[in-house]
């Protein structure tokens, strides 16, 4: 998992096609594509005390924001 982020730019160009997939009635492409954003910390720190780090782990979600914010042994722990 890279410790890169993404820019403000990159995430508003997934998001522009993720809702053009959403308005096209392709569900599970907006979903994936979604996905791919990286997961903002605060709610990764959210669902790691209420649902488990498995949960987070196998959410499918990019974690690099929260890599980057709290390190990855937060990760493992």
Do not use: C, Q
């Not at 993720?18 to 594509?33: M, N, S």
């Not at 209420?50 to 949960?55: E, F, P, R, T, Y």
């Not at 690099?64 to 914010?69: F, L, T």
């Amino acid at each position: 998992m890279a410790n890169e982020t993404m820019t403000l730019d990159e995430k508003l160009d997934i998001s522009m096609r993720a809702i053009a997939l959403k308005k096209a009635g392709d569900r599970e492409g907006y979903d994936r594509l979604m996905k791919t954003l990286p997961l903002p910390p605060y709610i990764a720190k959210v669902t790691k005390e209420k649902l488990g780090l498995d949960h987070l782990l196998n959410s499918g979600w990019n974690l690099s924001e929260v890599e980057a914010k709290f390190g990855s042994e937060w990760l493992r722990k």
